[in-house]
């Protein structure tokens, strides 16, 4: 198994898999998004309590997953460039951080824009909202300490014992509202138990996961891909890349 | 695995289970300043293990569910009144303002307000708490028997609460 990833170490064997991933990984990304969003909040049948405004569910629930998941990812990274010292695993931190922030700023969002006219609050401190505002600044400390130093591989290292810390926040946000009275609902989906979700409702939310699961591995591969073309700019193999991509326009 | 490699990961460990430990003693001494709410049990009864009662006077939350007939309005005013129980208790919310969509008899409620009596609290903020099911209107009301109101409708929210039983029952109406 190590021989088979060892290559991936190396930037320019990671870039070409991850070029080969990423046009299936969007299009998949888009259609499942386009089928699961559209089916969600046009066809799927209003809530017995909430009526229509449930829906924002369908992007608020994978928004808040994915946010977590991104986490995780990144922490597993983190502890690759920490203990191996392989630089693509580094650029995999400052690849991920952002998409995870984003996720998280929407989870937010949404559930301030749901919160409103079902709670009647924007915002109330309560276990779960907070922590999940402690994943934002987690991502923005991580962000933050990979671009704070001038020598790179310093700041990565810094940005990946955060984001290795941090990864304590995640059973806590899952967990909070379980562990305190929260004015957050129990979870509907991510439990053991059935889904407490009638199936007309969960085929469409588990269709939006598929989508939102895809759509963050793509904008990853992208970023990353990205970040790998920025680090290694002096290598020869990207000036080839890059005057062939030029050649072709 | 290469030694230098091995106290690497050793020391990643370690940081790791110390923060997870930390963390863990910190929330677990923090836990009932965590919670959200006081349960009406918990107000009457006290809480956590030396069942400490809230002092009349204390600003606090309350969360729990609208005990079904308790809703008592004000014709004139936006003044309201309404109990709110967990499993045992009892204690009545005052509250002058607008109620949240979401509110209604049976429906889970955090009121936040100040005690100004053992059991009454005068409320400045009710939020409606819903729990984790989703259902079509029609499949709640064949599983659970709860008559949809939608919560916008007039219905929903007689200005007294004699009307309210018998009109309420229109599960089609909103949509």
């Not at chain 1, 591969?221 to 062939?244: A, D, F, K, M, T």
């Not at chain 2, 940081?15 to 003693?25: F, P, Q, R």
């Not at chain 2, 919310?93 to 053992?118: K, S």
């Amino acid at each position: 198994m190590w021989r088979w990833l060892h290559p991936y170490a190396k930037g320019e064997a990671t870039y070409r898999l991850l070029g080969h991933w990423l046009p299936w990984l969007a299009i998949s990304a888009a259609l499942s998004l386009l089928v699961g969003i559209v089916w969600g909040l046009a066809f799927a049948p209003p809530d017995y309590q909430q009526g229509d405004s449930y829906r924002i569910i369908y992007i608020h629930v994978p928004a808040a997953i994915f946010s977590m998941g991104a986490y995780t990812g990144m922490a597993i990274t983190a502890l690759i460039a920490l203990v191996w010292q392989i630089r693509t695993a580094e650029w995999a931190i400052a690849a991920i951080a952002p998409v995870g922030a984003v996720l998280t700023a929407v989870s937010l969002f949404t559930g301030a824009v749901w919160g409103k006219p079902m709670w009647g609050t924007w915002w109330e401190w309560d276990a779960r909202l907070t922590s999940q505002l402690i994943l934002l600044f987690l991502y923005l400390g991580v962000l933050a300490l990979y671009y704070a130093f001038d020598d790179k591989r310093t700041g990565a290292k810094a940005a990946g014992i955060l984001a290795l810390v941090g990864v304590v926040n995640v059973p806590i946000i899952h967990y909070s509202v379980y562990w305190w009275n929260t004015l957050h609902q129990g979870a509907t989906i991510t439990k053991f138990e059935k889904p407490s979700m009638a199936t007309s409702m969960l085929i469409p939310l588990l269709i939006c996961l598929l989508g939102f699961a895809l759509f963050t591995a793509a904008m990853i591969c992208w970023r990353l891909r990205h970040e790998i073309l920025r680090q290694e700019l002096h290598r020869p193999w990207v000036q080839q890349e890059l005057i062939g991509q030029e050649k072709l326009n | 695995m290469i030694p230098r490699r091995k106290k690497r990961l050793v020391w990643v460990l370690v940081l790791i289970t110390g923060v997870a430990l930390s963390a863990g003693l910190i929330l677990t001494a923090l836990n009932e300043n965590i919670d959200l709410f006081y349960t009406p049990s918990e107000l009457v009864e006290g809480k956590g293990k030396d069942l400490r009662k809230p002092e009349v006077g204390q600003r606090l939350r309350l969360g729990g569910m609208v005990v079904e007939g308790s809703v008592r309005r004000d014709p004139e005013t936006l003044e309201v009144s309404f109990r709110v129980t967990d499993i045992g208790p009892e204690v009545t919310v005052n509250y002058t303002g607008i109620l949240p969509d979401l509110f209604r008899e049976g429906q889970g409620i955090v009121a936040q307000g100040v005690l100004i009596e053992p059991t009454v609290l005068q409320a400045t903020e009710v939020l409606a708490k819903h729990d984790e099911e989703y259902l079509p209107p029609e499949i709640a009301e064949a599983m659970k028997g709860i008559k949809h109101v939608d919560p916008n409708s007039a219905e929903a929210f007689p200005r007294s609460s004699e009307a309210e039983q018998d009109s309420a029952n229109d599960s089609e109406g909103g949509y």
